[in-house]
């Protein structure tokens, strides 16, 4: 299975700020034949189920705030908050979906400092 | 839209069979494209894939989970169902149903993304 590594564990960004949340696969989610990276983005917040935020690693979900950008190369992707708001705060999962089962990454906790 | 709501036992005991179901309203589970997906989360942990049952009715699980698992629907209900045997306390987690994708990677179907969810249901397995 592919393992999905997110760092850090949790972190803490001012309101406003930038929020920077880190994935990386075990190997390359790229699919080359189509040039898609294979990665989903989840943002989960207490008492909830995880919501889809972004997918083909840079996509966003319709409804999504713009605040919210995926980026990266075949092994190593960014969820990044721009301006950090009081209802971003959350735990946050990566997915790869290049090989099966498809795998999460362990969560990362976004909290306002 | 689709909307979709898990039902079950909250406890089941060691060695015995967790059963749940997933109703799903505002949309067939015979049509539309979805996957009709189960994924269970771990108390404070990360997130399992554990298998879906297609719009047309093809399974496809997790190999971790594949010899206790089947997952299984009734269209006339539009509801769908999993059931895990021989369960011990590791099974303890929040299951949730999910509508998902598939992608196809080199001719292999992969599951892809997953949404929309349910909002979860927790079983514990104790005696």
């Known amino acids: 299975d592919i393992v999905m590594t997110q760092s850090p564990d949790s972190l803490a960004v001012s309101l406003g700020e930038r929020a920077t949340i880190n994935c990386k696969s075990s190997q390359s989610v790229l699919y080359n034949s189509n040039n898609k990276k294979n990665l989903a983005w989840y943002q989960q917040k207490p008492g909830q189920p995880p919501k889809l935020l972004i997918y083909?690693?840079?996509t966003r979900e319709s409804g999504v705030p713009d605040r919210f950008s995926g980026s990266g190369s075949g092994t190593d992707f960014t969820l990044t908050i721009s301006s950090l708001q009081a209802e971003d705060v959350a735990v946050y999962y990566c997915?790869?979906?290049?090989?099966?089962?498809?795998?999460f990454g362990g969560g990362t906790k976004v909290e306002i400092k | 839209q689709v909307q979709l709501q898990e039902s079950g036992p909250g406890l089941v005991k060691p060695s015995q069979t967790l059963s749940l179901t997933c109703t799903v309203s505002?949309?067939?589970?015979?049509?539309?494209?979805?996957?009709w997906t189960w994924i269970r989360q771990h108390p404070g942990k990360g997130l399992e894939w554990i298998g879906f049952i297609s719009y047309s009715g093809t399974t496809y699980y997790n190999p971790s989970l594949k010899s206790r698992l089947t997952i299984s629907r009734d269209t006339s209900k539009n509801q769908f169902s999993l059931k895990l045997t021989s369960v011990t306390a590791a099974d303890t987690a929040v299951y949730y149903c999910a509508g998902g994708s598939i992608t196809m990677v080199r001719g292999v179907m992969v599951p892809s993304w997953f949404d929309p969810w349910g909002q979860g249901t927790l079983v514990t397995v104790s005696s």
């Open positions: 083909w690693a840079s």
């Open positions: 997915q790869q979906y290049y090989s099966s089962p498809p795998t």
């Open positions: 505002g949309g067939s589970i015979g049509g539309g494209g979805y996957y």
